[in-house]
């Protein structure tokens, strides 16, 4: 009997810049060779996760979160808060920009995108497009309007094991070649701001959404530090990549048996290897939220972990 552990059924979408890397690197038994994501923990009714525990059968996530908020530490958040995906980007994604919730709100009747990429997997060329150098509207408008994006965007080269911060208005995409895991607030609100020209097969380009681009992004483009928090116990290490009102995003390596103290609901996602939690099997591909009903809970094993908490419950 299990119920206080969630396993759930990830959901994959087809996507023109999709490849096979899900089911080569996280063997997932995939047809496609065009998978581009795989929504792991989602209540998004766009992809609302199966629950696979028997003590659960029938239960989505979203359903699962309105009925037990017992398991949520009580949230009261109208919607499960989170989603967490692993995109394969086995060509660029069109260059983007999400509003913050209280653009999302007024104008989507969604919540805005904060959001953040731990890379998983990464070509040697690999890069993403991150933020762009005008210092006012004005200019910005003006480099678009004269199709100055080589000039207008901030490219970075990226590696397996980088961690990238995508606050809502910050400009971004990910380049080809990336496998990342995406940690963020569950919405589905983006603006495309430019798609490289690029045309499907009837020669039809993607909708573009300029105006409202430019409404939300930031300007001039802020750059943060990044800092990570380490700390060990015994050959454990605990790293903390990002913590805001959003959403705390962590990287556990676990090496050894540990047992650690519990209080809130908390979302995993194995990226590697294999091991057990409170005595349950688990592996790399594998999603689960630990409910706020234990107190505490014991990992043993040799694997890899990307784990998140809601940043503040409402
Ligand atoms: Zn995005």
């Known amino acids: 009997m299990n119920d206080t552990i969630v396993f759930l059924k990830p959901i994959f ?9 899900l089911s080569k690197i996280f063997n997932y038994n995939l047809t496609s060779d065009k998978i581009g994501e795989c929504w792991g923990i989602s209540a998004h009714k766009n992809g609302d996760c199966e629950i696979t525990n ?3 059968s029938g239960y989505t996530l979203s359903k699962l979160f309105e009925e037990r908020k017992d398991l949520f530490n009580n949230d009261q958040s109208k919607e499960f808060p989170l989603l ?10 069109s260059v983007q920009v999400h509003p913050d919730d209280e ?14 990429w731990y890379v998983l997997d990464a070509n040697e060329d690999a890069f993403v497009i991150y933020g762009h150098i005008a210092k006012t ?16 965007l901030i490219k970075k080269h990226v590696k397996k094991g980088d961690f990238i911060n995508v606050p809502a208005g910050t400009i971004h995409a990910l380049g080809a070649g990336l496998l990342i895991l995406e940690t963020q607030q569950s919405s589905d609100t983006t603006y495309r701001l430019y798609d490289y020209d690029r045309t499907d097969d009837k020669g039809n380009k993607r909708q ?12 001039p483009h802020v750059e943060k530090q990044v800092h990570f ?3 060990t116990m015994g050959d454990n290490t605990f790293t903390k990549l990002v913590k805001n009102e959003f959403f705390i995003v962590e ?3 676990i090496k050894t048996s540990v047992t650690l103290n519990h209080n809130l609901y908390r979302l995993c996602s194995v990226i590697d290897g294999t091991g057990k939690i409170n005595g349950l099997k688990i592996k790399k591909g594998d999603h689960f939220i630990i409910t706020s009903l234990l107190n505490e809970f014991t990992l043993e094993g040799d694997f890899s972990l990307i784990t998140s908490t809601v940043g503040s419950i409402k």
């Open 13 to 21: 979408q087809e996507r023109i810049w999709g490849g096979n890397r």
């Open 54 to 56: 028997p003590e659960y």
């Open 84 to 93: 967490i995906k692993l995109l394969d980007a086995n060509t660029s994604l």
């Open 103 to 116: 653009y999302a709100l007024k104008y989507e009747n969604d919540l805005g995108k904060n959001e953040c």
């Open 137 to 152: 509207e004005v200019e910005f408008r003006s480099m678009i309007e004269q199709g100055k994006w080589d000039d207008l």
């Open 208 to 219: 573009l959404h300029i105006e409202e681009s430019i409404r939300v992004s930031t300007i």
């Open 229 to 231: 928090d380490v700390h």
């Open 251 to 253: 990287k556990w390596d």
